[in-house]
């Protein structure tokens, strides 16, 4: 059975090439397209695809307005079509419920293979062939005995998250109490230009100081780091380091490479966060981090957009404990306040 998919696009151009590459895959396939959000509502309610890719900016009824219709009515999965100098856009339609954003190529002539796979990994990850369910244990305490016995001694925290990691984060985030007394950093996966953005979204609903991280800053408590996009984040002593070295796992910024320097730094007095996304980016993060005595939250399958980051961790055995998102809020809001 292949996947249907809806294309939604004001430009004839981008609206044929997506339907191309898509249709180029074996096991999906465009069943309609449309040039505007209205349009696409009627389209959608018709051929009932199964994902609906939607262009940030159209004529008569943009992608903002379409999506919170969409997510009125359907639960199928959005992937916003964003560029950068829609930044704060895609920042909302996150946080409105999309699950996933692609950046639009400034030249698919030069960059038109990349963007298709990075298309086809997308759509592939909110259909994935694992159906396995994990069985978590509904009575175990948010705050067991072994991280209450850590909260006192908490010197960081750090936060890994993939794809529905900023609508996630959201959520976290604001969990965070202002009586915050350790540094909290995290690796969000995201396009060059967009974690400014999203940094500035967080800190005004945070009710303490979330900053886009900066090459040699100085680490202070109480105040959340995100990581840039494009540049890998890495702890050394009380300064935050910056590079550009290769790609782990695609990504760039990596969560391994800030769990196995915040264990370096930090050892045993540490809690990481495994948040929804897709692919194993975090897990010899987390290795690291139980090998020095830290612990470890990884988000459940019931409530991760995708249950990739958090699956691997959590077969792997490196889980303390697995929470929904909820769980992990509250866990944040104890160990924080």
């Known amino acids: 059975m292949k996947i249907k998919v809806v294309v939604v696009d004001d430009s004839a151009l981008m609206r044929k090439v997506l339907s191309n590459m898509i ?15 209205k349009e696409a509502l009627r389209i959608i309610e018709r051929s009932q695809p199964d994902l609906v890719t939607l262009d940030v900016e159209m004529p008569e009824m943009n992608g903002i307005e379409t999506l919170k219709v969409l997510k009125e009515r359907y639960t199928m999965p959005v992937i916003m079509l964003s560029s950068k100098k ?19 190529p400034l030249s698919i002539k030069d960059n038109g293979t990349a963007f298709q796979e990075d298309l086809e990994i997308r759509i592939h990850s909110h259909f994935p062939e694992d159906k396995r369910t994990v069985k978590v244990n509904k009575e175990k305490s948010l705050l067991p005995n ?14 890994g998250a993939s794809t529905g990691g900023p609508k996630a984060l959201v959520q976290v985030i604001q969990s965070i109490s202002e009586q915050l007394s350790v540094p909290v950093f995290i690796v969000q996966h995201m396009p060059e230009g967009f974690t400014a953005s999203f940094a500035q979204r967080l800190d005004s609903l945070s009710s303490v100081e979330v900053l886009e991280a900066q090459d040699n800053m ?30 782990i796992h695609g990504v760039r910024p990596a969560v391994d490479y800030l769990f196995e320097s915040a264990a370096e730094t930090y050892g045993k007095d540490i809690l990481g966060l495994i948040l929804t996304g897709m692919g194993n980016d975090g897990a010899d993060g987390c290795e690291k981090i139980k090998q020095a005595g830290g ?3 990884s988000q459940d399958k019931q409530t991760s957009i995708v249950y990739g980051m958090p699956r691997v961790v959590f077969e792997r055995g490196l889980s303390d404990q697995v ?9 944040i809001k104890e160990m924080t306040r």
């Open 23 to 37: 249709n180029a895959c074996r096991d999906m396939e465009v069943v309609d397209v449309a040039r505007n959000g």
């Open 295 to 297: 612990y470890i939250v």
């Open 146 to 159: 072994l991280l209450i016995d850590k909260k006192d001694a908490l010197k960081a925290i750090t936060i």
């Open 86 to 104: 829609n930044e704060r856009t895609t920042i909302e339609a996150l946080e409105l419920g999309a699950e996933d954003f692609i950046e639009k």
């Open 323 to 331: 929470g929904s998102l909820n769980d992990i809020a509250d866990i």
């Open 218 to 247: 100085r680490i202070k408590a109480g105040t959340v780091y995100l990581a840039p996009g494009g540049k890998h984040m890495v702890i050394r002593k009380n300064k935050i380091r910056l590079n550009e070295e290769a790609k």
